[in-house]
Structures are given as structure tokens and as C-alpha cells.
């Protein structure tokens, strides 16, 4: 799911890694972890969305407490909290990105997550910023909710 989703923004890739991707993780070191943004309150612009968005801070928070997921899961979880304004800055921890392989669809969650998050420190053009808001948005309401909740990986 979130592959057509990734392709249906950015387009297709040509090599096995994403170009984007690359360029922020070289650029991790340089960026203030205590510097980020969330989600615009303007993304919620509806009563619908304000109430989604509402219903998935609660979500994350369960779904940490009683599933317990590990690893890239956990990790998906705690940046859709944030993305969502969830957590205070002193409950944030980044774990610095990992795998950059395409065929990694959690690794496409975790890294526009990120990306859109350090977007003030990180130089994108208007259709990679656009992108990644898009895909952060689509993750935050809608993906990892199904991941949790069916327990199957999409691709």
C-alpha cells in the first residue's frame, strides 16, 4: 500500500535506494533534534479530520501501551505521536535513520516522517516538500493504524 502511495507522489525510482533519503541521512548529524515541527493544525482543517486526528493520538498511545511493538514499529508509532503534536519535546528521542533501501516500505514511513519534521534544517524542493507532507499525513492517519490494528506488513 504505502509503495503506491510513495510511487504515486514521488514517482518512480530508478536504483535501489531513494535519492531523498540519502541526502538526509547524510545531513543527520548536522540537525538539532530539539528543533522540529508536527503536522499543521491547517492539515486538520475539518471537523472529520480534527476528530481523526484526535482519535489516532489516543490510538498511538494505546497501541504502544498493549501491543508492545518493538523496533521500526515502536519507532513509527512514537513519530506519528509527534507528527500529531502528541508528546511534549522532553518526551522526543530521534534514533538516527537507518536502511535505505527502496524495498523497505518502513523505511519510506520513518524517513518522511523525519524528513517532514526537520524540514526548517533540511534544503527541499517545493515537490519533495509537498511529498513528504502528503506521505507524513497518509502514515500519520491512516497506515499505521493498519499495521497495528490488521498486523500485516503492506508493501
Not at 27 to 54: A, C, M, S, V, Y
Not at 60 to 74: E, H, L, N, S, V
Request: with cysteine; net charge positive; glycine share 4%.
Amino acid at each position: 500500500m504505502l509503495s503506491s502511495v510513495f510511487k504515486e507522489v514521488f514517482g518512480p525510482n530508478e536504483g535501489p535506494d531513494v535519492n531523498l533519503f540519502k541526502r538526509f541521512k547524510k545531513k543527520w548529524l548536522e540537525i538539532d533534534q530539539e528543533n522540529f515541527i508536527i503536522g499543521h493544525d491547517n492539515f486538520f482543517n475539518t471537523k472529520n479530520l480534527l476528530k481523526l486526528r484526535q482519535d489516532m493520538q489516543k490510538y498511538y498511545i494505546d497501541a504502544i501501551k498493549t501491543q508492545q511493538p518493538r523496533d521500526d514499529y515502536f519507532e513509527l508509532l512514537k513519530l506519528c505521536q509527534i507528527f500529531l503534536g502528541k508528546l511534549e519535546k522532553t518526551e522526543v528521542r530521534f534514533r538516527a535513520p537507518g536502511a535505505l533501501h527502496q524495498a523497505r516500505w518502513m523505511a519510506k514511513a520513518i524517513y518522511c516522517l523525519k524528513i517532514y519534521m526537520f524540514q526548517d534544517q533540511f534544503i527541499l524542493t517545493k515537490s519533495e516538500k509537498k511529498g513528504v507532507t502528503e506521505i507524513s499525513l497518509f502514515i500519520s492517519q491512516l497506515l499505521s493504524a493498519y499495521i497495528v490494528v490488521i498486523g500485516t506488513k503492506p508493501q
